[in-house]
């Protein structure tokens, strides 16, 4: 064959080139939504006059992470975007000449058509470039000059040896000399490359085993601004990477806006002042060949970024745009080799990756990472070799942060920026992601909570904390100060909660994206009914920590889970869900159920699977309940934790205080050590609680996290509402009195969580309470209270009451206006006030041990309610109408008479019992004989009965203020048979203790202390007299005979006078009430008659008295019915074998009746006939 000329070659190679444009299919590099990254100008500035710019005159420049490089053929970058912007102008002529160049794939003869379509007059002739020539390009003006139609092959081989830094030509200076190529050129130029791709290949792939066959020589070691950064990183003493925080907030946290990784070396970065020097802000960097090969690489990949900055008309060009793409290719293909270790040691899976230090450090170039995700996710193996070490390194990495600091940012931003990269429908990373054996690790022990966050892939990640308990170095460096004031407290939770938000948002976009994935959605959904199941124990009211996660892991994971819920409209959430089963929830067997029993709960459920009523579940559904589980064991342990350490600081501060008052008793005493180390270690341990009490400020009083949960919690209400009435908005009550099934079977704790949330930010946070939900929850609590048949569990509408009391203007006046909507709702005018009364009755038997007492702190809150409720003019209608309607009422004041009865008797003891302490206290003498077990006996006691006394007397003077208002507008029901009589010796007998011989033994120090005011006590009980003043009533008074006394009654209106209690005309009055007392008490005297002698069936079983009116129960036992009334008050069981009683189940025995009448007058005769 013929030998070809030189110029014949050249010829046919630039022909060959001119059909290559059309060869391939081309995409955009960057996503079709987004032409250019957030905020980037599409201004142009100058250019130089020639395209092979010289490596002296480069602006370091990186770009942010984005989608860049050359496509498979089979696949093109269709939604990748790019995640990040900056506001440097070299940036925004970077992302522009970007947006408007190809990606494609290249072979060699594509690409030389391609560049013969492009002339460009460059002045460049051949390889051959002296210094003279550098030193005139350099000082060439920035003018863009005007453009030919070719661009000639020199110039294509000048433009990659700028790029690569290279030269076969021979060796000089900030370039990279290769033997090789400069062999085979030397030997016979035209057969040394076929292609462009192929010469690149050639170039790297030279480059590259230079540097792994030249130990003593290193070929970067020439280069100012590749290798030798690295080299320096890693030859420091701790060979850390300090991280460098953004310049701005514009900056992806995954590059440097000063400049390229080259320019802007990482040595650059480790002396600069913007870093700290903490161990949790650097990571370690490998000194090795690998990492020298990477600089390389990636400065390559981001030369060819700032040959499309300089000259964007040119780059933009499709030949020239063909091959800078090619190179980039071309670079991550290596760099994929690298990371690899396929061109030195393999690298296991185990080993830290090699490229996650520039992640962490934003070094990478625009589109580096997304390049490399595009050209290495269809090799599963690859990909997996790669990327797993990626997402090990940060999450280890990850580990290491603290939110002390901005560093715990970028492995989170990492993380989601790998997640958010999209090749069609699939999010590569993400299906890696769950792909891993740790992302959902199965239980070993019984700690499942503790496990999952500890040994799961995202578990660190969620694990970012501000708790003392969680994280000690947030409390250190911001709360360990001497003076911890409240304003600085508050800049720096408010600073913390910034950077919780922050990491949160982050988060969610890291889940948000696995869950969009199609590919990854159920594994998502698995990990996050994970979380649930295996921290089902952080509900329980006691619980071992180490067995669940943490606060800050769970208060993470919720908001993650608010977010995915926000739009989530409640006609797509199946409230069926919880049964059905395929539900992924592990609802406890023996959980409570709002009203049904676990039987009837299995009754049903086995009718709707024969019936198959069950749909499939679908996404808005499971994320809904997997919300409002994730409350459950989240924010409401948080809630309890939070409160339980107030209690602790004020039981410390109490007991510092009790120390330090009473160091005159024990300095001198042989406990005077053991006093002084208690006082120590109190001192010590309050210190810790309070930082650590300033650490849940800021991760819990979180005003927008609280309203979340608000705003979640009156969706859940409007949920509930759907199935308890079908016309929901348009309610009313009473509610249906057939229960719906569904309801009835929900957990108890979905409607009490509610109930012990608003009393938490009621109390700590209430100016979270006014959001749009406000009406919804006004509207629960207003039906729930007044459905008491729709709740099993009494303390449940106990814990509903106690919000109620709770908003009340006198006990938190923030609440004002909430508490004003609940009282004029259009629901509570008729119905609150019966319902309310009804409860205060009915709470009297809860089936607890401790009903006794608990009765009375909720009686405590209805009567607070009740205060309040009677000065609303709406309300007081309703209270007249009970007033007069008779059973409920009667019911009422019974109890309200036993409470005033136990509580005054109670709390009037122990003001006795504290008298008699105090007293032997004032003797010193008497008090330092007394052995010095016998001094803490008493003290112990006296402690107790001062907290009774408080208690006791706050709960009595609520009942007596209400008897006083209540008495005052209505007096009828107080003089009926039942209640009269028990009201008038309820009243004698407090009289007695307040103005009888004993009165002096309640006088004790500082009354106040314990509340205890005598004066208006006594104030309000002859008031309560006065308004009962009638005929009736004065027979009541002198009937009782244990309490009144002519000498009691002279004795309170002398006290009345001397202390100015009354006005004269009041104390006149009460005086003619006692001479009509004391009347009735003498002509009783005179009629008197023993019936002492009644035979056994006219006595009352019960009470052993003369009967006036028998009634037979159902059992068959006759009683009398002023008694069995008086029983049914308190309890509507029969007292022999308690058994369901009422009044209208009583019969009468008129014959028995008559037989006694009969009897009794006969006596009468006879005692007559006596006299």
Known sequence: MEELSADEIRRRRLARLAGGLTSQPTTPLTSPQRENPPGVSTATPNISQNMALSVQSMTPATSPIGATGVAHRSQSSEGVSSLSSSPSNSLENQS???????????????????????????????????????????????????????????????????????????????????????????????????????????????????????????????????????????????????????????????FCSPGSFGAGSLSSLGTSGSCTESGSDRFTIEACKETEMLNYLIECFDRVGIEERKAPKMCSQPSVSQLLSNIRSQCISHTALVLQGALTQPRSLLQQSLLVPYMLCRNLPYGFIQELVRMTHQDSEVFKQIFIPIIQGLALAVKECSLDGDNFKYPLVALQELCEIKFGKTHPVCTLVISLPLFLPDPLSQGTGRELQRLSVLG??????????????????????????????????????????????????????????????????????????????????????????????MLNFLWVLQQLSTKIKLETVDPMYIFHPKCRINILSDETRVKASMEDIKSWLSELNDQSKFAEPKFPTECFFLTLHAHHLAILPSCRRYIRRLRAIRDLNRTVEELKNSESQWKDSPLANRHREMLKRCKTQLKKLVRSKACADAGLLDENLLRRCLQFYGTLIQLIFRLVDPHYPDMTLPLNPEIPKVFAALPE??????????????????????????????????????????????????????????????????????????????????????????????VEHTGATSEFY??????????????????????????????????????????LINDTTYLLDESLDSLKRIHEVQEEMKNKERWDSLPRDQQQSRQSQLTQDERVSRSYLALGAETVDMFHYLTKQVQKPFLRPELGPRLAAMLNFNLQQLCGPKCRDLKVENPEKYGFEPKKLLDQLTDIYLHLDCPRFAKAIADDQRSYSKELFDEVISKMRKAGIKSTIAIEKFRLLAEKVEEIVTKNARAEIDYGDAPDEFRDPLMDTLMNDPVKLPSGTIMDRSIILRHLLNSPTDPFNRQHLTENMLEPVPELKEKIHAWMKEKQHANRSSQ
């Open 96 to 254: 522009q000449s970007l947006s408007r160049s190809q990606s494609m794939d290249i072979d060699g003869v594509s690409c030389e058509k391609s560049m013969s379509q492009v002339d460009v007059d460059s002045g460049i002739e051949n390889m051959e470039v002296d210094e003279g020539d550098r030193r005139e390009k350099r000082s060439l003006t920035d003018k863009e000059p005007s453009l030919g139609s070719d661009v000639s092959e020199e110039q294509a081989l000048l433009l990659i040896c700028k790029i690569f830094r290279v030269s076969w030509k021979e060796r000089d200076r900030d370039v990279i000399f290769l033997p090789g190529l400069a062999a085979e050129f030397k030997q016979n130029a035209k057969e040394v490359f076929s292609n462009w791709k192929d010469l690149i290949g050639q170039i790297l792939m030279e480059v590259l085993m230079l540097s792994t066959q030249m130990p003593e020589d290193n070929p970067f070691a020439s280069l100012t601004a590749t290798s030798q950064p690295i080299a320096a990183a890693a030859r420091s003493p701790d060979r850390n990477l300090p991280l460098n925080p953004p310049s701005n907030h514009g900056t992806s946290p995954m």
């Open 460 to 553: 660190s990640f969620f694990s970012l904390s501000v708790f003392a308990e969680d994280d000690t170095r947030v409390v250190e460096k911001y709360f360990s100060g001497p003076t911890l004031t409240l304003e600085n407290t508050r800049v720096v939770s408010q600073s913390l909660q910034h950077h919780l938000e922050s990491a949160r948002t982050d988060l969610f976009k890291i889940l948000h994206n696995i869950l969009l994935n199609g590919e990854t959605r159920e594994s998502a959904l698995n990990y996050m009914a994970a979380v649930v199941n295996r921290n089902m124990k952080k509900a329980q009211m006691q619980t071992d920590d180490r067995l669940v996660s943490t606060d800050g892991f």
């Open 749 to 842: 704790f979905y409607l009490e969580d509610i109930a012990e949330f608003l009393l938490f930010i009621v109390q700590y946070s209430p100016q979270v309470l006014y959001e749009p939900c406000t009406q919804d929850v006004v509207t629960f609590l207003v039906v729930f209270i007044c459905s008491q048949n729709y709740i099993r569990n009494p303390y449940l509408i106990a814990k509903l009451v106690e919000v109620m009391f709770v908003t009340n203007p006198a006990v938190q006046p923030r609440t004002q206006k909430f508490y004003e909507i609940m009282e004029n709702h259009p629901l509570a005018t008729k119905q609150l006030v019966p319902a309310l009364m009804k409860f205060y009755t009915d």
């Open 854 to 895: 608990d009765k009375f702190t909720i009686r405590y809150h209805i009567s607070t309610i009740f205060k309040s409720l009677w000065q609303n003019v709406a309300h007081q209608g309703t209270f007249m109408e009970e007033f007069n309607s008779g059973k409920q009422f009667v019911r009422y004041i019974n109890m």
